[in-house]
C-alpha cells in the first residue's frame, strides 16, 4: 500500500502535467489556453495538493519496515513533490550545466503563465 500512496500522486501529476502539453499544442496558433482549460488547472492544482497529502498520510500510515523499500517509496513521492512545484509553482527543469543559476531565478512555470494569460 505505500507504493500506491506514493504512485498515484506522482501518476496524476505527470498525466495531468502531459495532458496539458498535449493541449498547449492545439492552441499555440491561438497563443491563449482557453479559459476553461485554465479553470481546470485551477481545480487540479488543488487536488494535486490534496493527493499529494493523502499519499504522504498513507506513506506515513503504511511506512515499510524494510529500508530499502522505505527509501524508495519515500522517492517516489518526493518526485511527485518536485513534479507539482516544477508545475505548479517554480520552474525546477533546467539543463544540468545551468541548473543552479536558472533555478535561482524563481521563473513562473509556463502552466501557471498560460493559467493567467488564458483566454477565449
Same mark, same amino acid.
Given at each position: 500500500?505505500? %507504493?500506491?500512496?506514493? %504512485?498515484?500522486? $506522482? %501518476?496524476?501529476? $505527470? =498525466?495531468?502535467? @502531459? =495532458?496539458?502539453?498535449?493541449?498547449?499544442?492545439?492552441?499555440?496558433? /491561438?497563443?491563449?489556453?482557453? &479559459?476553461?482549460?485554465?479553470?481546470?488547472?485551477?481545480?487540479?492544482?488543488?487536488?494535486?495538493?490534496?493527493? +499529494?497529502? @493523502?499519499? +504522504?498520510?498513507? +506513506?506515513?500510515?503504511?511506512?515499510?519496515?524494510?529500508?530499502?523499500?522505505?527509501?524508495? =517509496?519515500? @522517492?517516489?513521492?518526493?518526485?511527485?513533490?518536485?513534479?507539482? #512545484?516544477?508545475?505548479?509553482?517554480?520552474? $525546477?527543469?533546467?539543463?544540468?550545466? &545551468?541548473?543552479?543559476?536558472? =533555478?535561482?531565478?524563481? /521563473? #513562473?512555470?509556463? %502552466?501557471?503563465?498560460?493559467?493567467?494569460?488564458?483566454?477565449?
Amino acid at each position: 500500500m505505500a %507504493l500506491w500512496s506514493a %504512485l498515484i500522486p $506522482l %501518476l496524476f501529476v $505527470l =498525466v495531468s502535467a @502531459g =495532458v496539458y502539453w498535449l493541449l498547449a499544442r492545439a492552441w499555440v496558433e /491561438r497563443e491563449l489556453m482557453p &479559459r476553461g482549460v485554465a479553470a481546470t488547472y485551477r481545480v487540479l492544482r488543488v487536488a494535486s495538493v490534496l493527493i +499529494l497529502a @493523502g499519499g +504522504l498520510a498513507g +506513506l506515513i500510515v503504511w511506512w515499510p519496515n524494510n529500508i530499502a523499500v522505505a527509501l524508495s =517509496v519515500a @522517492g517516489v513521492w518526493a518526485f511527485a513533490a518536485a513534479e507539482f #512545484t516544477n508545475y505548479f509553482i517554480v520552474r $525546477l527543469a533546467y539543463p544540468v550545466t &545551468r541548473w543552479f543559476a536558472a =533555478v535561482a531565478q524563481w /521563473r #513562473t512555470p509556463q %502552466l501557471v503563465a498560460d493559467m493567467h494569460n488564458a483566454g477565449d
